[in-house]
């Protein structure tokens, strides 16, 4: 049976592992970003989630605008068509 001490050891390693995953995807995030390495390196995890949060915001702004565009040419060309 665990003792109350590994138990508590256990929590640790558990603990220190969920941290090393989150720093794990939080500098591959940080690749992600079409920054220069320097620029990137000096960011700190706050901005760099700030900055991720941007650019999939405008990232989804675009595509939804750019869908809007497509249909209104597809819809005068079918008037065209016709």
Same mark, same amino acid.
Do not use: H, W
């Given at each position: ?33 079409? #920054? ?6 000096? $960011?700190? @995890?706050?901005?760099? =989630? ?15 605008? #750019? ?6 040419? $597809?819809? @005068?060309?079918?008037? =065209?068509?016709?």
């Amino acid at each position: 049976m665990f003792t109350r001490f590994d138990a508590n050891k256990s929590t640790k390693g558990a603990s220190k592992l969920r941290r090393d995953l989150i720093n794990a995807e939080i500098a591959n995030l940080r690749e992600l970003l079409p #920054l220069p390495p320097s620029t990137r390196q000096r $960011l700190s @995890q706050l901005q760099l =989630m700030a900055l991720v949060c941007v650019y999939v915001r405008k990232a989804n702004y675009f595509q939804q605008g #750019l869908c809007s565009v497509i249909n209104v040419l $597809l819809i @005068q060309m079918k008037t =065209m068509i016709t």
